[in-house]
């Protein structure tokens, strides 16, 4: 590859029937100018192409690092997920299995509560069927002690006559008798 430097440094020997001298020195001064800048022009094309080229490197590590964080946030994003679940499940079972022992728990005391009460109705059925006949007994004892008395009141004299011929003594066993029948 031809440089600026080589046209610079290029010298022709003189001939007769030539080209002339400043026509080629102007062209070589053009061609040299022109040269130079596409030197500058390649250099910095070069140095922007060295540039970019760092850059991609560094987005490909950063690319690297970018996929390693997101792997890693993907596995532990499956991770926590997994757990979560894991202890949803578990509290769901922790819950079902407190519900069932709460049930069960209330239908034994329901069940014995239930039991409790059918006992105290019974003694108190019981206790009611006892209270009626102690009723029954009492107003039959008490009818047959007004009976007795209505007897003993029917049976006293109406007049002080009637009651002097009567034995003093056959009316007090009389008395005596209905008392005791009364009381019995």
Known sequence: MITSKDVRNKRFEKAAFGYKQEEIDE?????????????????????KIQILADKV???????????????GAQKQGHQ??????????????DAQAKAEALEDEAVR????????????????????????????????????MYKSHLELISS??????EAAGMNELETAEEIAAAIAADEK
């Open 27 to 47: 062209f070589f001064s053009q061609l040299e100018a022109e040269l130079d800048e596409m030197e500058r022009e390649r250099a910095e094309a070069n140095n």
């Open 57 to 71: 490197r560094e987005y490909m590590k950063d690319e690297d690092a970018l996929k390693d964080a997101l792997l």
């Open 80 to 93: 926590v997920i997994a757990e979560a679940n894991e202890r949803a499940e578990q509290i769901i079972a």
């Open 109 to 144: 005391q329901h069940a014995e509560t239930m039991e409790k009460n059918r006992l105290e109705i019974a003694r108190e059925k019981e206790a009611l069927i006892e209270a009626q006949q102690q009723v029954a007994d009492f107003k039959k004892s008490l009818f047959d």
């Open 156 to 161: 006293m004299p109406e007049t002080f006559d």
